[in-house]
């Protein structure tokens, strides 16, 4: 139920553009209603957050409204629930850089000395799931024998540069491991010389070719190298989000219209001057503007918080979209000055972000 004393603000649906055939617009409204269940209204927030609908009296949470100056767009427009648990949605906000302090821990080059502003704030309903995926990269490598001699004899020698006892004290602790290690690829180490030898003396002759192949063969052994798993590095997490907007009013229409225009002005550079000069370059681009990305919910006084359970997301850029008018048949509501609006317009977006996700972030919520 709503706050006491907040007004309801409903709007009558539009109609259909006439001699077009149409799903119901009941329906279509129904539909809206349900995609957007998810979806809270109120103003007020952590940090600098508005979230879609409602105006309450002013809480803790609640920032000044001069602290309210970016753009601020939201679908839906005002969704009474009516629900008496907490509702879900997802904040996107467009980020604009200039040189500044930049945030502690910012490791991208992106990010680092930069001053994050954001100028649009883009609230939406929490879609039906979220995906979050982690990767680590690895790599099959050979390794020699003579390479792993090597890096046995290396490490030792590493253990009495810094060892703290003394080189003396250190090196005949060390000696016994190198002799070791020595006895244990003494075995491999002159097989695999031998057959290197066969093969550099004996294989240039005439008619020799293969000569190494041949004698393994006959001896029905092969002298093969260890294949070793190697961490090579973490992967950049992306998200995808897919979002379909049904307006019921005329307000619905043009505000699913500036969404769609916002993340695509977002995501698009624009010609600039040169890395020298003053004039505009049909050369040079600017870097497209990035996101902060949020999912937030209304506890049950109302009041705007992240939710801890659902991964925290680092800054992104928005590297793909894709946006589809009407569903199994294109429709469409009767026209106003600005157009004829459609009824049905679906949204894909996917994410990248330009920081990697380190044990140090995980432990943090990312």
Not at 70 to 94: A, E, W
Request: aromatic share 8%; charged share 20%.
């Amino acid at each position: 139920m709503p706050p006491p004393g907040h007004t309801v603000r409903t709007y009558k649906p539009l109609k259909p553009t006439s001699g077009v055939d149409v799903v119901a617009n009941d329906a279509a409204a129904a539909k809206a209603r349900e995609a957007a269940q998810g979806s809270y209204s109120a103003v007020g927030g952590q940090q600098d957050v508005a979230v879609p609908g409602r105006q309450l009296p002013p809480t803790d949470s609640t920032p000044t409204p001069s602290r309210l100056t970016k753009k601020i767009l939201q679908f839906p427009q005002n969704v009474q629930t009516g629900r008496p648990t907490p509702s879900h949605y997802i904040i996107f906000d467009r980020i604009k850089l200039s040189p500044g302090k930049g945030s502690e821990g910012d490791k991208s080059i992106t990010l680092q000395d930069k001053k994050k502003t954001s100028v649009a704030q883009i609230a939406l309903y929490m879609p039906a799931s979220v995906d979050v995926g982690y990767e680590t990269q690895y790599a099959d490598t050979a390794v020699g024998a003579g390479a792993e001699l090597g890096a046995s004899i290396a490490t030792s020698i590493k253990n009495i540069a810094t060892s703290k006892e003394g080189l003396i004290a250190a090196a005949t602790e060390q000696v016994p491991r190198i002799t070791t290690a020595l006895g244990k690829a003494g075995g491999d180490m002159a097989n695999q010389f031998a057959l290197d030898a066969l093969t550099s003396v004996v294989g240039i002759l005439p008619g020799m070719g293969g000569l190494a192949e041949v004698a393994q063969l006959k001896a029905n052994k092969v002298i093969t190298d260890k294949m070793e798993l190697f961490f090579k590095g973490v992967g950049r997490r992306s998200f995808e989000y897919e979002f379909t907007f049904i307006p019921t009013s005329k307000e619905d229409s043009r505000v699913v219209n500036e969404i769609v225009n916002e993340f695509k002005l977002a995501m698009l550079p624009e010609y600039t001057s040169g890395l020298f000069t003053d004039s505009i370059s049909d050369r040079t681009l600017t870097v497209p503007d990035l996101f902060d990305i949020k999912y937030m919910y209304l506890d049950e006084n109302y009041r705007t918080r992240e939710n801890r359970y659902l991964n925290k997301i680092t800054t992104c850029y928005l590297t793909n979209m894709s946006v589809k008018y009407g569903s199994d048949r294109y429709t469409a509501y009767r026209p106003d000055d600005f157009g004829a609006p459609p009824q049905n317009t679906s949204v894909s977006l996917t994410f990248q972000e330009v920081e990697i996700v380190t044990r140090e972030r995980a432990a943090k919520g990312f």
